[in-house]
């Protein structure tokens, strides 16, 4: 029961902070972004302010009373220092690069301020650990913040907690912020032996295109052109008075391999798409073009970071929904 | 003076008919010292528009037709032995006029495309050890086909950088086109027309556009405008500061042909899209189609204010 | 908190305990100082991971060896110097165990409640602000806990504490002026109420000979009015009446017995007094005074009475009639018994000099006009050095010796009227008064200790008379300096003292100058309390009642942080230049009617849209965007009043609602 009304104000409250402050690549903290309150130590001193006001009383000592008062006012400046070492501050996500499950995802932050200097602003995740920053007058200062990643799909961030105490302590002042990092998070890899070779379909037609430019079949000759090898040159043409040739050679291209969902093999669907995601890392690593086939998608055999990116983007994001 | 600029654009719109955007924006191009990048289909009007823009401004035109066969020599000229004085004798190239129209250049091998690409950074041309510089105004206007179509050398991000603007010049509207089917050929009325502005009236419109008033919020508007696309996660890559710079020099050759001596963000919003969507990717699209519709996404994400 | 305590941070600390402790130090035993040093090098040694943090045993050793040390030197552990010296060696060890920066936090507390209690003891301008740096110090250490570890620049936490402090002294004086003074709340104990420098309740020869040789201030007196001469300034403290043939002391039954105030004839007389802590709680006053100030008490002997010993300065105002009398009614038989009694035995000559005097003269008054005058025609001489005296001190003083300050010549005198049947008492307080310029009020020090008669005559009362005036009357009109110049033993035992270089008049105007300012900050600050207070609300807010003032100070509090909060709360929205402000507020002028600035428009594609929207405005709107283009791009002076004033004469032109007219919203691009 308890834990239900629990868990409704929570949702709630997730609700209200969303409302009032909707996530955003960049977040500007302003009076509609703060909130303060006294600390521990504040509530600390205003007990010892309490104590002096009795001594000044009972020892009708107008100069403990001046102590005192100084006390007090300076505790009503320390609420405006603190909220005003936190309002300006500029929030802004610069991405963070995928990662794989398991792995700590780097996320960019770069804090700036427009005017004053912000000091000891402390950001933290309930799962991650506080960093304390200053962020210099008019300028920036950039950050990584690591954030820990269990499952595959866009990473789900809680809010990021940016807080402060600065100057005396006395008041937090406080705001949570969604910066909408999108990090991608690939499946954890597993390591498995490559499924057998399936040659793509219609390779047959298309022999020649899986030849590219290389060193050991000669493959006929074609117009001199400026910047081509001398190496390369028809001498022998150009001694007849055929004018200057350069000769071409081909290499073969490895049989690319189909890498299919079904041929993995594992307890559940994560731990296959964690195969799989092993299998595009060999491949990529031996230069071996492979496509993928998902349910309902299919990648074209290719090689090249942008094809890895594209089929561990596809495995990352595979029954989920494609945008957060 | 200025009033030529606008007899300038009357006076290709007559050939060029409902296209006057275009015609205004490669004027721009042109008075920003920057090259132009016209993409679009076969028999759109790029070159009616390159010849046009040659006559008015009366200036000396070269055509060159890019294929998967040209030679970078085809394009800078080449030196040739003369029997009779015992000498190399330098030929000099298409690329050694004033106007120059790269037709279809995404079809060339992209040796001959950086041929063509380097020769308009460097406004000089260096071939067998000399140097030679080009004719003083100078201005490309490159056409390639649709990247989609086959047979194409797509150019690189680096080489597309090098042009101020990318232009489609699209489907006339019907009306214009009617009046197109009805009225002389093209050929006819290109030969209509008159030279309006001599080379130096040319020259010094050039040396009146980094006069133009770029104000302090402007220059911010055009910085928030270019670190956006470097902050932003929907842009692959952000705009160069090349791009920034291109920007401003266009805002302000716009400026001057709407006759004003100040730029207003208005300006800066009119030549964006054609300056900046041949820089800028989406970050999901490998094909890089999306330039346009990122241009007016940046657009309306900025503040000018 | 597991955090450890920055380096910056504990050099702030560390310094602030040293500036802390230093006003206590003269109070305490040499051996403190030893301690914090120790405690002081093993912090740092602790920093530096030289040494290791002290064990429990030796801890629980500290605390105890703690209890013991103060009971040996305070004798008690209660008590407010017992508790203020545990306090401080809390204060000193805790360095030793403070390992978090929470740790921390309890020292700087403790510091500040220690620079509290040192205005128990002291509460002059020095030291007020010293305490003042103090605080300063240890807001400084507070800042520096809460600066990044990685921050090494200690200049700048003192900076941001010195503003701090700086912003909190406008509502600290308004709470320091408004917070109502509340009565005490339970008696205290009062500190410091022992040995200190001035009259005491018993008078033998040499006695007041001491004290004159203090530079001490006893008091300040100011005058509503002209000040009276020097001569007819007797301030009387106490009389007595006791004799044991050595000594005159007080009665202390007189204590228990208040007199109704006395019939008011002649001339007022309004005075305020600023009494020095005496740790006594006799006051000083003219004879036949009444005081309106609550805590003071009339005595049946014509004396004032403070409820409390002075622990601090105390101020009391009092009216003087300069012709009322004392007791003319006369005395009841116990007091008649009192003022004349006498030890059985002792001082023969003088009890047979009365016997004879009372042969001689009929009437008292006579009596005492011919004691009077033996004191003028005999070789008296009046000096700080007396010669000493032997078992009957007023016959050797009065037929042998005849050399004496004034507790002799009024003990013998005194001794005389009683021997003689007169009933007589000594009075002792202070006599003239030294006039400060500068403040227009009278500085009475230690060295203006006198003494004097008083008899009883039928008719007139009690009546005062003086016979050190027979002997010296340059002490009365002129002060002690110039009565013992030729003996040049003024001072002669305090020779750093000011007073004795009244002479360097450059020096003595800078000692009165001082002095008026201590004279004030006494006046207006320490004395600032619950009658002060409605005085001053009934000077400025003409009213006294605390309801009222209650909403007055609300009112000026609340404005106060409402001013305050302006400037720093400023929402976000201001900022920007003065162009980005004008468009903004446009823009929130014309949002309800559909025609606000969408999402990057340019000022010309704007002007246009609304233009359509609302033709009758054309011009206007031209005139604002003309004005907005000019400024902000076409590189004109930014005039900020003019972009105001086209802006204003727009915006009252706009219509309120959005009409059938006007265009929904449209996609721009």
């Known amino acids: 029961m308890s834990e239900a009304i629990r868990e409704r104000l929570r949702q709630w409250h997730r609700g209200w902070l969303r409302r009032r402050i909707p996530p955003a690549q960049q977040i500007r903290l302003d009076h509609r972004r703060i909130f303060i309150i006294p600390s521990k130590a504040g509530a600390g001193f205003l007990l010892l302010l309490a104590i002096m006001l009795v001594g000044a009383i009972n020892y009708q000592n107008s100069l403990v009373y001046g102590l005192t008062f100084t006390l007090l006012s300076l505790f009503w400046v320390a609420l405006h220092h603190t909220y005003r070492n936190l309002a300006g501050v500029q929030l802004r996500a610069t991405g963070g690069r995928p990662v794989f499950a398991g792995e700590q995802a780097p996320l960019g932050l770069v804090l700036s301020s427009s005017r004053r200097e912000h000091q000891a602003l402390r950001l933290s995740w309930p799962q991650a650990g506080l960093h304390t920053v200053d962020v210099p007058a008019g300028g920036e200062q950039a950050l990584t913040l690591y954030y820990p990643t269990n499952h595959r799909g866009w990473l789900i961030l809680e809010r990021l907690r940016v807080e402060t105490r600065f100057p005396l302590g006395w008041f937090q002042a406080w705001s949570l912020v969604d910066l909408d990092w999108q990090v991608l998070v690939y499946p954890r890899p597993v390591s498995r032996p490559l499924p057998r070779g399936s040659a793509p379909e219609g390779s047959e037609h298309d022999q020649d295109q899986a030849l590219v430019e290389g060193v050991d079949d000669f493959q006929g000759l074609r117009a001199y052109q400026p910047g081509d090898s001398r190496r390369r040159l028809d001498w022998r043409a150009w001694s007849r008075g055929q004018g200057l040739h350069s000769k071409i050679f081909a290499e073969p291209q490895q049989q690319s391999l189909w890498l299919d969902l079904t041929s993995a093999v594992g307890r559940d669907l994560e731990e296959r798409l964690g195969v799989m995601t092993g299998w595009v890392l060999a491949l990529e690593n031996a230069r071996r073009a492979y496509g993928l086939s998902l349910p309902g998608q299919r990648i074209e055999p290719a090689l090249g970071p942008a094809h890895r990116e594209q089929c561990l983007r596809a495995l990352a994001l595979y029954g989920l929904e494609p945008q957060r | 003076m200025k009033d030529v600029l606008s007899a300038a654009q009357d006076a290709i719109g007559e050939v060029l008919l409902g296209k006057s955007q275009a015609i205004k924006l490669a004027l721009a191009c042109i008075l920003a010292k920057g090259h132009l990048l016209i993409e679009d289909l076969p028999g759109m009007g790029k070159t009616t528009l390159s010849q046009a823009l040659a006559r008015v401004l009366g200036m000396s035109y070269q055509r060159i037709q890019f294929t998967s066969d040209l030679l970078p020599g085809d394009i800078l000229g080449t030196s040739v032995f003369d029997r009779n004085t015992a000498q190399f004798v330098f030929h000099p190239g298409p690329i050694f006029a004033e106007l120059v129209l790269a037709d279809e250049i995404n079809r060339a091998t992209p040796k001959s495309q950086s041929a063509l690409l380097e020769a308009m950074e460097e406004g000089q041309v260096t071939v067998d050890g000399a140097t030679r510089p080009l004719p003083d105004p100078f201005f490309v206007i490159a056409t390639q086909n649709p990247v989609s179509q086959s047979g194409t050398f797509a150019l690189p991000e680096s080489q597309l950088d090098r042009f101020l603007m990318r232009l489609s010049l699209g489907y006339p509207s019907e009306a214009a086109e009617k009046s197109l089917l009805q009225g002389d050929a093209r050929r006819v009325r290109l030969d209509a027309i008159r030279t309006v502005l001599g080379r130096e009236q040319l020259c010094a419109l050039q040396a009146l556009v980094p006069q133009v008033t770029a104000s302090d919020a402007l220059i911010d508007y055009i910085l928030r405008l270019v670190n956006h696309t470097r902050n932003s996660d929907a842009c692959a890559w952000g705009l160069s500061p090349r791009a920034s710079l291109g920007l401003l020099a266009a805002a302000r050759a716009w400026a001057l042909l709407e006759q004003r001596n100040y730029v207003i963000p208005e300006d800066v919003q009119a030549v964006l899209p054609a300056v900046v969507s041949h820089r800028l990717r989406a970050t999901h699209d490998p094909a890089g189609h999306g330039g346009d519709s990122l241009a007016r996404w940046l657009l309306s994400e900025v503040s000018p204010v | ?669």
């Open chain 3, 1 to 669: 908190m597991t955090a450890l305590i920055p380096r910056n941070s504990l050099a702030w600390l560390l310094i602030a305990q040293l500036v802390v402790l230093v006003p206590h130090l003269p109070r305490l035993p040499w051996w403190i100082a030893v301690l914090w040093l120790g405690c002081a090098l093993w912090r740092v040694q602790i920093q530096r991971m030289r040494w290791g943090y002290p064990g429990r045993l030796l801890r629980v050793g500290g605390l105890l060896l703690i209890g013991l040390a103060v009971y040996v030197s305070q004798g008690t552990l209660i008590g407010l110097d017992a508790t203020v010296m545990v306090l401080l060696l809390l204060f000193m060890l805790k360095l030793l165990e403070m390992r978090s920066p929470r740790d921390a936090l309890v020292v700087i507390y403790l510091g500040f409640f220690i620079v509290a209690t040192a205005f128990l003891f002291d509460q002059g301008i020095p030291l007020a602000l010293y305490q003042g740096f103090c605080t300063l110090i240890l807001v400084a250490a507070l800042v520096g806990l809460q600066q990044s570890p990685a921050r090494n620049d200690p200049a700048a936490a003192l900076r941001r504490a010195g503003v701090m402090v700086m912003q909190a002294l406008p509502l600290m004086l308004v709470l320091f002026l408004f917070f109502p003074r509340l009565a005490p709340l339970w008696s205290v104990n009062v500190p410091g109420s022992s040995a200190r420098t001035g009259l005491s309740e018993s008078m033998a020869p040499a006695d007041i000979a001491n004290l004159a040789q203090s530079p001490e201030l006893a008091f300040r007196v100011e005058f509503d009015g002209q000040v009276p001469s020097a001569s007819t300034l007797y301030w009387r403290a106490m009389t007595l009446s006791r004799f044991d043939g050595r000594t005159w002391s007080y009665d202390q039954r007189l204590e228990q017995r208040t007199a109704p105030p006395p019939d008011t004839a002649g001339a007022a007389l309004v005075y305020q007094v600023v009494a020095e802590p005496s740790g006594r709680n006799w006051l000083y006053s003219l004879s036949g005074s009444v005081s309106s100030t609550p805590q003071v008490n009339r005595l049946a002997d014509d004396t004032l009475r403070a409820l409390r010993p002075l622990s601090g300065t105390f101020a009391y105002t009092a009216t003087a009639h300069s012709d009322a009398l004392l007791q003319p009614e006369g005395l009841s038989v116990s007091e008649r018994r009192r003022e004349l009694q006498l030890p059985p035995s002792g001082d023969p000559r003088a009890r047979a000099w009365a016997r004879q005097l009372r042969a001689e003269y009929g009437s008292d008054a006579q009596l005492i006009q011919a004691v009077l005058a033996h004191f003028s025609e005999q070789p008296f001489y009046y000096t700080l050095q007396p010669s000493p005296l032997g078992q009957h001190a007023n016959d050797e003083f009065l037929f042998d010796s005849r050399r004496g300050f004034c507790e002799h010549y009024a003990g013998a005198m005194a001794f005389v009227l009683r021997a003689a049947g007169i009933p007589a008492r000594i009075v002792t307080g202070y006599q003239g008064g030294e006039l400060n310029p500068r403040g227009g009020y009278l500085l009475v020090h230690q060295f203006d200790a006198h003494a004097w008669v008083e008899a009883w005559l039928p008719g007139t009362g009690w009546t005062a008379f003086d016979p050190t005036f027979q002997v010296a009357p340059t002490r009365i009109e002129r002060g002690l300096e110039e009565a013992m110049r030729e003996e040049g033993s003024f001072l002669a035992e305090a020779p750093l003292s000011g007073a004795r270089y009244r002479g360097v008049s450059w020096l003595n105007s800078l000692r009165l100058s001082w002095d008026d300012l201590n004279y004030q900050w006494q006046r207006r600050v320490l004395n600032f309390r619950s009658e002060e207070q409605l005085a001053l609300f009934r000077h400025w807010l003409g009213t006294a009642d605390w309801q009222r003032i209650g909403v007055i100070v609300l009112a000026l509090v609340f404005t106060l942080m409402a001013v305050q909060a302006f400037f720093w709360l400023r929402p976000a929205r201001r900022t920007g230049t003065p162009a980005q402000r004008a468009w903004q507020q446009l823009d929130r002028r014309l949002r309800p009617l559909g025609l606000g600035a969408q999402a990057g428009e340019g000022p010309r594609d704007w002007q246009q849209r609304i233009g359509c929207a609302l033709p009758s405005q054309a011009d206007l709107l031209a005139a604002f965007f003309d004005c907005f283009v000019a400024q902000q791009y076409a590189g004109g002076n930014a005039d900020a009043a003019l972009l105001r004033a086209h802006l204003k004469r727009l915006v009252r032109n706009l219509p309120r609602r959005r009409s059938a007219g006007l265009p929904v919203k449209r996609r721009l691009l």
